[in-house]
């Protein structure tokens, strides 16, 4: 019966979407008029390996993440999952890869570029890691590589709880790092306040701690992303239950907090967005800043604020499809995002406005996660995972998987903007009866989503595993 519901919402969508809002006026370009693949790959070996970061430098791109294989063609293994760092040349081959960590699991959750290296950071529960230690459990872990990809130091943070950096990005005097604790005897920060608390650490040139923040609930609190402002920090994530500096809507909000340069809370806010949410991405846009992430059902979402954390514009997705868009970047014409939907690696791009332009997804028929994305002077790269042996676009070598795409060498004008997808009906021509179609989609997208039953899923992201 759910799939005969599904089934003519799906019908009456269609109908309305080709018949009614054409009316609206004419469409732009499409993804696929704009940009082209220029290649992709899945690396990693028999094992499980996830791509969560990536970063341009100028000769490539250099990944970090973590893997299982014991055969990977690139790298070894120590045992369960290692920590990985991959470089990628501009041709999409690999020139070198490194695995590091002990007999626990190691990951990286997110790589910067600094002018003598590359800094990054995650997570390790190995107490027999070569290069770090551990204090119990899983320990915030920060790592600067050289230029080579070879370890220059390392540095394990936390107590006898759960520790993790999500984020990192690079100061003039070090590193911002922000993650997650349930340490409540970690040396280098405060007590434990409940579940889990949010975590920003302030970090030297050689790693050592210049300060840190930890804040939260009963719930579980948790930062995905950090990004420098002028005056301070501005960082992104989700608070189950609520804490004393943003309140609570219920369940589990999206959160923005914004710190000064020497660690003191100057605001945070739980997001306006609908039902459970979370933020996984940030990006400075001048004025502000830009956030992307999903909310209850999963349902992609993109909101832009002000300097001091006034929502302008928010953009759920109205598509009845699970979709997450777990990073976000600024184009010279409006925003790029990339993520999953349906279980394929997806990419869309929105105006400065809010206006969805474009979207597109890539994968086989097996799951695909796409974690981080970096934007490029021809377009974008993005990581992440994929299963799928059967995927047009890449050759399965392992489930490590890096996509690169560009604008197309004529007729590629990425201020053209796109075709308005559903939901999005374009401010020309007959308002009247793009306004009818777009109501008309919303009540059968919800009309299918509540026939099917569609739950809380629990949603892979930077910090997935704590």
Known sequence: ?????????????????????PLGGAYAATFDDLYQLDWAHSDGGAGETEYTSVVA?????????????????????????????????????????????????DVLNSVAIVNDGYIAVGTSESSDAADWGNYGSRDALVVKFNLDGTLAWAKNLGGSGDDEFTSVVPTSDGYMAVGTTSSSNAADWGGHI????????????DGT???????????????????AADDGYIAVGESQGGAAHWGSAGGYDAIVIKYGLDGAFLWAYNSDVPGDACFMSVA???????????????????????????????NISAIPIFSVLSSVGVASDGFIAFGYEDSDLMAAKYSFDGTLLWETTVGGSDSEEGYEMTLTSDGFVGVGYSFSTDAAEWAYNG???????????????PNAGGTPLPGIIPDTGDAGAGAVACVMLLVLSAAALAWLGIKRRNVKSRFKRV
């Open 1 to 21: 019966m759910e799939k005969k519901v599904l089934g003519l919402a799906c019908s009456l969508a269609f109908v309305f979407l080709v018949l009614v809002i």
């Open 57 to 105: 430098t100028g000769d490539g791109f250099v990944v970090v993440g973590d893997s299982s294989s014991t055969d990977g063609a690139f790298w070894g293994n120590n045992g369960s999952f290692d920590a990985v760092i991959v470089k990628y040349n501009l041709d999409g081959t690999i020139a070198w890869a490194h695995n590091y960590g002990g007999s626990g699991y």
């Open 399 to 413: 489930s490590g998987v890096i996509v690169k795409y560009s604008l197309k060498p004529q007729g590629g004008d």
């Open 209 to 227: 701690v210049s300060w840190a923040e930890v804040d939260g609930g009963p719930g579980a609190d948790r930062l995905a992303s950090v990004i």
């Open 284 to 314: 400075a846009t001048g004025d502000g800043f830009v956030t992307s992430g999903y909310r209850d059902g999963g349902a992609a979402v993109v909101a832009r604020y002000d300097q001091d954390g006034t929502l302008l514009w928010e």
């Open 194 to 205: 409940g579940g889990l608390d949010t975590l920003a650490v302030k970090l030297n040139l």
